[in-house]
């Protein structure tokens, strides 16, 4: 059975922000933060997306309630 749900803009912008976020390699890193930008239109709004996102997850892996 297929997924017939269709991602949402949010969805796929939190998607691209996540894999950003996890990825080590500086080009990839780069390329992902610049397809973001494309999206929101705005490179700083995509930098700090990532940014953020990359807090939360670190908070989430270590148990931090409030990354900074």
């Known amino acids: 059975m297929t ?11 939190q998607l691209i922000a996540t894999r950003a976020a996890k990825e080590c390699a500086w080009q990839a890193k780069c390329a992902l933060t610049r397809l973001l ?21 670190l908070a989430a892996e270590y148990g931090e309630d409030n990354p900074q």
Request: without cysteine; charged residues 20%.
């Open 3 to 13: 997924n017939t749900t269709v991602p949402t803009l949010n969805d796929l912008v």
């Open 37 to 57: 930008a494309d999206v929101l239109g705005d490179y700083d709004a995509a930098y700090q997306l990532i940014e953020e996102t990359g807090s939360k997850l």
